[in-house]
T-cell receptor, first 115, second 113 residues
Framework: DTAVSQTPKYLVTQMGNDKSIKCEQN?????MYWYKQDSKKFLKIMFS???????INETVPNRFSPKSPDKAHLNLHINSLELGDSAVYFC??????????????FGSGTQLSVL | GNSVTQMEGPVTLSEEAFLTINCTYT??????LFWYVQYPGEGLQLLLK?????DKGSNKGFEATYRKETTSFHLEKGSVQVSDSAVYFC????????????FGQGTILTVHP
């Protein structure tokens, strides 16, 4: 069983479109995250939700809107896609608040290509 | 703010060679330090961690020692295998950071038979 699963694995779309990436975890974790990995492999956090409540919202354009219908799901919706949005997006989860001793579990990533 | 700097890659080694990937950090106080590994086509996995100065994290033959005096957490392995080919990320966490890990830029390792 996949612990953290995200769909789709690949997403190719035109500039200006709206798209969503879904994420689900079956680990019973309280906290979920979205990370963005750019073409140079640099990884940066975007959002964090704890029990469906937004905890971290980094400096991300408001075209990006996370939605957590329940603590097992954290979806990412992106409006008006731009070329610079092309990246690999990773969903992750952790048991608690992801503090000093927390281990994060990552999904396998969604490669988004905006043409 | 917090930051993590890793050695530039890519690193290419022959099987059974010795591996070192350097990692230094900047943070106030006493962060926890981590190494994550990303195998091709997969998400990141925790490889090892250390939560206080002089701690040594180890897993799968990899080791890293938390050196507060040099603010470093270098990853080492005595004899690499082809299956170790992956991207390695050094990261730190401070306090109740809600998973706000600060990652280094990643180092691509390729091991040839």
């Amino acid at each position: 069983d996949t612990a953290v699963s995200q769909t789709p694995k690949y997403l190719v779309t035109q500039m200006g479109n709206d798209k969503s990436i879904k994420c689900e975890q079956n680990l019973g974790h309280d906290t979920m995250y979205w990370y963005k990995q750019d073409s140079k492999k640099f990884l940066k956090i975007m959002f964090s939700y704890n029990n469906k409540e937004l905890i971290i919202n980094e400096t991300v354009p408001n075209r990006f809107s996370p939605k957590s219908p329940d603590k097992a799901h954290l979806n990412l919706h992106i409006n008006s896609l731009e070329l610079g949005d092309s990246a690999v997006y990773f969903c992750a989860s952790s048991r608690g608040g992801g503090g000093l001793n927390e281990k994060l579990f990552f999904g396998s990533g969604t490669q988004l290509s905006v043409l | 703010g917090n930051s993590v700097t890793q050695m530039e890659g890519p690193v290419t080694l022959s099987e059974e060679a010795f591996l070192t990937i350097n990692c230094t950090y900047t943070a106030t106080g006493y962060p926890s330090l981590f190494w994550y590994v990303q195998y091709p086509g997969e998400g990141l996995q925790l490889l090892l961690k250390a939560t206080k100065a002089d701690d040594k994290g180890s897993n799968k033959g990899f080791e890293a020692t938390y050196r507060k005096e040099t603010t470093s957490f270098h990853l080492e392995k005595g004899s690499v295998q082809v299956s170790d080919s992956a991207v390695y990320f050094c990261a730190l966490a401070r306090g109740t950071s809600y998973g706000k890990l600060t990652f280094g830029q990643g180092t691509i390792l390729t091991v040839h038979p």
